[in-house]
C-alpha cells in the first residue's frame, strides 16, 4: 500500500519508519524551505540537501509525483516540495497521515483516501479523519481514537529529564538566523547556539544540542529555532524519539485497523 505522510519533520519520520519497516511504500510532503528542529532525524532535510538517511533508511528528493511513485516503489522514501499535498490525487494513496502537526487541520479531507489519519490536535474523527492519533506525553501518547479528537495543544512542550519550555530555543528576532552550534554540541545554560540581527539565542539549560535550524532559515520572535536535551546523551540526536516511534505505532495500528488489511509479512517463528 502506498501511503502519503503529509510532513516530514521528527515525529512524521518515526512514522515513516514505522511503516517503511512494515512494508509500506512512502511519499512525505513539506514546506520548499523545512523548519524542522531536529534535522538529523528528519526526512525534510531530503528536501534540502537532496537525500537523507535516518538509522537505516533512504529517503530522497522528487521532483515530481511520478518520480516519488517510482522512487517509493523501489523502496526508497520519497520526499516532495509540496506542503498543500498536491501530489494527492496523483498518486492515488492507499492512505494519507496528516503529520504537520501544525494544530489545525491544513486542508486534509476525508475524500483524500480510503484512510485518513490526523496525528495531534485540530482534527476530528468523522469530520477531517477517520482516526486520529495522541501526540501528547503521557499515557495516551501514541493511543489511537477512532471517536472525538486528541487532546487540545497546551503550549506547554513535554518534559524531558524534568524540563519542558526550558528546553526550547526560540528566535529572540525577526530575521535571518545564523547557526552556531551543530546538532549534537554539549552547551551549558548561557552559551549562545544562534542569532538573530545580532542577538543571541541562548540556551536556558545544561544539554545536547537535539536540534538547531540551519543557517539562513528565516523567522520571526519567538519561533522555535532549537531545542536542548538534558539527559546529555549525544546518540539520541541520531535515532528516533520514544515519542515519534509511539505516534507511529499508532499510525500503524489504525492503518491495519481500518484497511482491514492484516500484516502478512514473511516473521519466522
Given at each position: 500500500m502506498l501511503v502519503v505522510i503529509r510532513g516530514a519533520g521528527d515525529l512524521a519520520t518515526g512514522i515513516a519508519l514505522r511503516l517503511h519497516r512494515a512494508g509500506y511504500q512512502i511519499v512525505m510532503t513539506d514546506l520548499p524551505a523545512p523548519t524542522s528542529i531536529?534535522?538529523?532525524?528528519?526526512?525534510?532535510?531530503?528536501?534540502?540537501?537532496?537525500?537523507?538517511?535516518?538509522?537505516?533508511?533512504?529517503a530522497r528528493k522528487a521532483e515530481t509525483p511520478e518520480e516519488a511513485l517510482t522512487l517509493a516503489q523501489s523502496g526508497v522514501v520519497a520526499v516532495l516540495a509540496d506542503p498543500a499535498g498536491a501530489c494527492i490525487p496523483a498518486l492515488r494513496p492507499g492512505a494519507v497521515v496528516d503529520a504537520i502537526l501544525a494544530k489545525k487541520n491544513l486542508g486534509t479531507a476525508l475524500t483524500d483516501a480510503l484512510v485518513v489519519i490526523g496525528v495531534g490536535p485540530g482534527f476530528t474523527v468523522g469530520t477531517d479523519c477517520h482516526a486520529a492519533v495522541e501526540t501528547m506525553r503521557g499515557h495516551t501518547l501514541g493511543r489511537v481514537i477512532y471517536e472525538g479528537s486528541a487532546l487540545p495543544n497546551t503550549n506547554i512542550p513535554g518534559l524531558?529529564?524534568?524540563?519542558a519550555g526550558?528546553?526550547?530555543?526560540?528566535?529572540?528576532?525577526?530575521?535571518?538566523?545564523?547557526?552556531?552550534?551543530d546538532i549534537g554540541a554539549e552547551v551549558k545554560a548561557g552559551d549562545v547556539a544562534g542569532e538573530v540581527n545580532g542577538l543571541p539565542m541562548r540556551c536556558t539549560i545544561d544539554g545536547v544540542v537535539r536540534g538547531i535550524l540551519p543557517e539562513g532559515t528565516p523567522v520571526h520572535q519567538g519561533m522555535k529555532s532549537g531545542d536542548v536535551d538534558p539527559r546529555c546523551r549525544p546518540e539520541y540526536c541520531t535515532?528516533?524519539?520514544?515519542?515519534?516511534?509511539?505516534?507511529?505505532?499508532?499510525?500503524?495500528?489504525?492503518?491495519l485497523h481500518l484497511s482491514g488489511a492484516p500484516y502478512t509479512g514473511a516473521a519466522k517463528l
Open positions: 531536529r534535522r538529523t532525524v528528519c526526512f525534510s532535510e531530503a528536501i534540502r540537501l537532496g537525500e537523507m538517511t535516518v538509522e537505516d533508511i533512504s524531558i529529564g524534568g524540563y526550558e528546553r526550547v530555543l526560540r528566535a529572540p528576532a525577526d530575521g535571518i538566523f545564523h547557526q552556531l552550534l535515532t528516533a524519539s520514544d515519542k515519534a516511534l509511539a505516534v507511529g505505532g499508532g499510525v500503524l495500528e489504525a492503518i
